[in-house]
Structures are given as C-alpha cells and as structure tokens.
T-cell receptor
Framework: GQNIDQPTEMTATEGAIVQINCTYQ??????LFWYQQHAGEAPTFLSY????GLEEKGRFSSFLSRSKGYSYLLLKELQMKDSASYLC?????????????FGTGTQLKVEL | ETGVTQTPRHLVMGMTNKKSLKCEQH?????MYWYKQSAKKPLELMFV???????ENNSVPSRFSPECPNSSHLFLHLHTLQPEDSALYLC??????????????FGPGTRLTVL
C-alpha cells in the first residue's frame, strides 16, 4: 500500500513564502503530483516530479527527493487567491497495480 | 476550464431514490475515473475506465454502478444509497492510466447529499 502525510493546515501572510511538505511511503514509485483545490471546485494540476530536484513554474516550485520519500511545494509572493487546499498525490504500486494515491490535503490560509 | 464537465453540480436524494451522475471530457483522453471526496479524508478512487473498459474497481459497494458508453462519457448510477455516501464525487480523465506521467484532469464535482 501507500502512505502519504502532509500537514492539515497552514497559515501565511500575503507576499510571503510558504513551503508545504509531503512525505510518502510507496513501492514502485512512478511520480508525484501536486494539485490545488479551492473550496467547492475541481482539483487543478500544479506540478509533476519524477526525478530528484526542483521544478519551477512561475510562483510555484516543487521539489522531490526519492531517497527520502519527501516532496515540498513552495509558493512565493503569496496572494489571497492562493488560499486553498493543496493535495500531494503519488503514483505507486498498490493492490497489484499502479495507482495514484492522494494525501488528505493541506489547507492553506493566506492572511493580510 | 479544465475540459471535464460534470452534472448535476448538486444533488439531494433519499435513500430509496435512483439517480445518475454524468461526466464528459473534451480532452480526447482514453481513461476516465470516479473519485469520492469526503471531509477530512483523501480522495478515494472508485473506478477506472480505459478505452471504455473498466480496469479498476476499488471494492466499491454495488449501490454504485458505473457506465462508460464511450471514451468521452462516464456515468455513475446511484441506488439505495446511505447517508454516509454523502460526499463530493469527482470525475477525472487522463491520456492513459498506467504511466506516472498521465496527469489527471478533474471536473468540478457533484456535491451529493443523501437524506
């Protein structure tokens, strides 16, 4: 099976930087995704990492260390609209097949 | 606009009702998914269809019955549900489903309340 851990809630200030961590345990790792989900809306794709290192995409960056089973999502120059839930999801082997397993999500609140 | 639409957006039903959720993807993808999202819990994968064939069923109760008539449409037929089935039901699609690079794109979901 797979196990994914991420903090339940975080609070940050507008204009600041926040790092959302995700740790995972899985066999047959085949990639890690970050999604953003605003309340009552669809999760939207943010990033995909399969190799170690940092992937940068505008204000958002995602880092992966496969040996440590660890990823983080870095949000810079925070804006109020970044208040949302951030979901970490891992492709891995479970129940005999490849599957995308989601964490419970980190609810980020951006304050003035 | 993610290219995946779902109807209805909200549904309230009694335990003896029969209803259906509909999902349509406009992305030319070959795989479609149903997920259940309950408060404080991770997204739970329910069903996966690839090229209109069901390839995964995650021990979902038989009161949930999926149907995939073609690669663009996916239905979830509901009957004799329980109050604990109240949740957000999300549909997603991806180009394939066996590769880690197959990014899944989600619809806005149907908020289901079972009375």
């Amino acid at each position: 099976g797979q196990n994914i851990d991420q903090p339940t809630e975080m609070t940050a200030t507008e204009g600041a930087i926040v790092q959302i961590n995700c740790t995972y345990q899985t066999s047959g790792f085949n990639g890690l995704f970050w999604y953003q989900q605003h309340a009552g809306e669809a999760p939207t794709f943010l990033s995909y990492n399969v190799l170690d290192g940092l992937e940068e995409k505008g204000r958002f960056s995602s880092f992966l260390s496969r040996s440590k089973g660890y990823s983080y999502l870095l949000l810079k120059e925070l804006q109020m609209k970044d208040s949302a839930s951030y979901l970490c999801a891992v492709w891995g082997l479970t129940g005999g097949g490849n599957k995308l397993t989601f964490g419970t999500g980190t609810q980020l609140k951006v304050e003035l | 606009e993610t290219g995946v639409t779902q109807t209805p957006r909200h549904l309230v039903m009694g335990m003896t009702n029969k209803k259906s959720l509909k999902c349509e993807q406009h992305l030319g993808h070959n795989a479609m998914y149903w997920y259940k999202q309950s408060a404080k819990k991770p997204l739970e994968l329910m069903f996966v269809y690839s090229l209109e064939e069901r390839v995964e069923n995650n021990s979902v109760p038989s009161r949930f019955s999926p149907e995939c008539p073609n690669s663009s449409h996916l239905f979830l037929h509901l009957h004799t549900l329980q109050p604990e089935d109240s949740a957000l039901y999300l549909c997603a699609s991806s180009q394939g489903f066996r590769q880690g690079t197959d990014t899944q794109y989600f619809g806005p979901g149907t908020r289901l309340t079972v009375l």
